[in-house]
């Protein structure tokens, strides 16, 4: 009789949840891992879905593999913060347009008692400069991020290549990276809102240099549609409206006490 | 939040071991039993496909499934069809293997009741006890798989909130988030979960063999 009941029990697991209801809509957007790993897109989206109806399934992956799922139309929509990628699905007619969501800055981090050492510099490619020729320890996402693609761009604007002994690829996501840049007392450049999302797990990092002008640190999240898709003007009222600019005051209070991701005029 | 995560980890895991249970025991009783060209060729491919690392068969399901795949037409990649299919494809060689050895003690067995005499409604009874303990232990063994199995469910099921979040992809998810406290907790629910099965599974078996 037990292994009737249990039978029983492990059938009734298996088919319950299995007849939920679904909204009109479901679409599938494929976003970078670092503004999915903030919380930002969970905190924001709930809201977009009662008000619309319409449900957004986020997946989480690297830049580059979005934008192969993209092209793919494995996915409806994209959320990533390389503008050359939104270029190439433009020219390539896999989108119409795109919406700038939220921006932040890239900074560079590393060790707390290393930050003498950068008092003079004066531009980011000059902390990297100084990492390089005092051959500090430096960790590299050195995957086909967005991320990674800037720490490239800032190599090549000062002038040179990462060739020296402490250029440590990781591999990883930004999280990941993190932590390893944390471990091995590394510098490594990241978005402020990972960074300070995860801020108190990182306690032999701190803040090296941020330029609060530079264009190469300027880290801008795009959402963008499917061509064959028609909800475009309702994303566009709710990233224009007030109610998407209150709950990006309200994640901002919540989780960094301060303006870590700004709108963008 | 949690308990979503444990139900969708439950509506993948235990079809897939039930769906690779039906295919992969025939499929061994044929192996074992009948003779035919390209048998041995089989089994070791089999063999080799026990081994297959789950991210390549993630990978070869997300292909076959995208919109640009064979299959893109059954519009099921990132949904738990989608990680039930990646899953049974790495649960059916286990199976298929542990059938083979499991008949070899049913032969042996069954030899010994012809050397023994013992026929008729005994017999009848013994047979039935070995099969369920023989299918017993696939089930467990399939299961351990599918429940642990992470690189395969998060290429195909891409890891959706709600949808396809199972414990493996959420461990991941919150280690690369740092939360490692939190990834520790959902791994010690798996454990416990599997605890579970191991226990139910051996409450069944304690009711056909002591």
């Known amino acids: ?265 | 939040m949690v308990g979503n995560i444990v139900l969708s980890t439950l509506i993948v895991c235990i079809p897939s071991t039930l769906i690779s249970i039906l295919l992969a025991v025939p499929s061994g009783y044929i192996l074992k039993i009948k003779r035919f060209k390209g048998r041995r060729f089989i089994i070791r491919a089999v063999y080799t496909l026990s081994g297959l690392p789950p991210v390549l068969a993630g990978l070869v399901v997300y292909m076959m499934l995208s919109n640009k795949g064979p299959l893109g037409f059954l519009n099921i990649l990132f949904t738990k069809w989608a990680m039930v299919i990646a899953q049974v494809i790495l649960i059916v060689p286990i199976v298929i293997l542990y059938t083979l050895s499991g008949l070899k003690n049913i032969f042996v067995l069954l030899d010994n009741l012809d050397y023994l005499d013992i026929r008729g409604k005994k017999r009848y009874l013994i047979m039935i006890r070995e099969y369920s303990r023989e299918l017993i232990y696939a089930s467990v063994l399939g299961l351990s798989r599918a429940i642990s199995e992470v690189g395969a469910v998060l290429i195909v099921g891409g890891n959706i909130e709600g949808e396809t979040r199972i414990l493996t992809t959420a461990i991941i998810h919150e280690v690369s988030k740092g939360e490692f406290s939190r990834a520790l907790m959902l791994g010690l629910i798996l454990l416990a979960i599997s605890f579970g099965f191991n226990t139910a599974l051996q409450v069944l078996q304690g009711d056909i063999v002591d």
């Open chain 1, 1 to 265: 009789m037990k292994r009737y009941a249990m039978l029983l029990l492990m059938l009734v697991v298996l088919f319950t949840g299995c007849q939920r209801l679904k909204p009109a809509t479901t679409l599938k957007i494929a976003t970078t891992t670092s503004i999915y790993d903030s919380g930002f897109l969970d905190f924001v989206f709930p809201s977009f879905e009662e008000e619309y109806g319409i449900k957004l399934n986020f997946i989480s992956v690297g830049s580059g593999q979005a934008v192969k799922m993209f092209r793919n139309k494995d996915v409806n929509g994209i959320i990533i913060h390389e503008k050359s990628f939104l270029y190439e699905l433009l020219d390539e007619g896999y989108i119409n347009g795109y919406i700038p969501l939220v921006y932040n800055r890239f900074i560079l981090v590393g060790p707390k008692d290393a930050k003498s050492l950068f008092e003079n510099a004066s531009s980011i490619q000059e902390a990297f400069l100084i990492i390089k020729n005092n051959d500090l320890p430096f960790v590299s996402r050195a995957d086909n991020s967005a991320t990674y693609i800037r720490e490239l761009e800032i190599w090549n604007l000062a002038r040179t290549q990462p060739d020296f002994d402490g250029y440590i690829k990781s591999g990883q996501g930004m999280g990941m990276s993190l932590n390893l840049a944390n471990e091995k007392r590394a510098f490594i450049l990241t978005d402020e809102a990972t960074f300070y999302k995860m801020k108190d797990k990182l306690d032999s990092l701190d803040v090296i240099y941020q330029g609060p002008n530079e264009e190469v640190l300027m880290n801008v999240y795009y959402f963008a549609l499917s061509s064959a898709r028609e909800e475009v003007p309702i994303f566009e009222e709710f990233f224009k409206g007030s109610k998407f600019k209150a709950l990006v005051e309200e994640f901002n209070q919540k989780y960094f006490k301060n303006q870590v991701y700004k709108l963008c005029e």
